[in-house]
């Protein structure tokens, strides 16, 4: 099942909730050429991704041609479709309705698939730092978005360390204590790397184009056990 993006009334409806009421808001504008399984819950990935990267554009204050293309990355969208993806993404940054919402909503659906949620996460960490920058504003909203998507702490911590640079960082990113022996960085760098190939993520519905996701994380995984390799003189 892929993720398709997906327009019109009768998918809103089923879709219910801010999301469902934003998509519902297009009819007349379906996005049918994109839409490769009409269900709900590709429906909630898709639209709060949409929804979510026009919330944080806007708690932002800017959105730039790189942001856009790095969206693009995430879903591969015919030139054909932009204009109908464009009007969903300006109702969402016009939507009375706050991000919380969107994100409660989601955490709601994929309550038992912490994968996709996470999915999710990193889509939008691809997004905002497509300018090389990740603002202040921005991290605070994909904070706030993994605390409502149950991803607190370490956990969040782990995910942001793919992105951002800070102290302690491989660590971070491999969920391992500074004091893990050897071994243990080891058997963690080898069991996360299998775990989020690129044929995992295909396996979870994301289209070709957001297997970008999947090698970013896997590079952030390498580069991390690089550092701690060298730092211990690993061979």
């Known amino acids: 099942m892929a993720y398709g993006l997906i327009g019109g009334a009768g998918v809103g409806l089923a879709l219910g909730g801010p999301l469902g009421a934003l998509l519902g808001a ?17 429906a909630a990935f898709s639209v709060a991704l949409i929804a979510l990267s026009a919330k944080m554009a806007k708690a932002d204050g800017v959105v730039v041609p790189a942001e856009v293309e790095a969206f693009r990355e995430v879903f591969a969208i015919p ?9 969903l993404f300006n109702l969402a940054k016009q939507d009375t309705a706050g991000f919380q919402s969107y994100a409660r909503q989601v955490a709601e659906m994929f309550a038992e698939d912490p994968d996709t949620r996470e999915d999710l996460l990193d889509a939008l960490f691809h997004v905002a730092k497509a300018d ?18 149950g991803f607190e702490g370490a956990a969040y911590a782990r995910i942001e360390a793919r992105h951002v640079r800070r102290p302690g960082d491989p660590y971070a990113v491999l969920d391992l204590d500074p004091g893990a ?6 058997a963690r760098w080898r069991a996360l790397v299998s775990s989020h190939h690129p044929d995992r993520l295909a396996a979870r519905g994301l289209p070709p184009a957001a297997l970008k996701l999947a090698t970013d994380r896997v590079a952030a995984l390498n580069a991390a056990y690089d550092r701690i390799a060298r730092q211990r003189g690993l061979p």
């Open 26 to 42: 297009l009819a007349g504008h379906a996005l049918d050429r994109l839409l490769l399984a009409p269900a709900p819950r590709p």
């Open 79 to 87: 030139a054909e479709d932009l204009d109908a993806v464009a009007r």
């Open 132 to 149: 090389h920058a990740l603002h202040e504003k921005e991290l605070a909203f994909l904070e706030e978005v993994g605390r409502i998507l």
């Open 181 to 186: 022996t050897d071994a243990e960085v080891k």
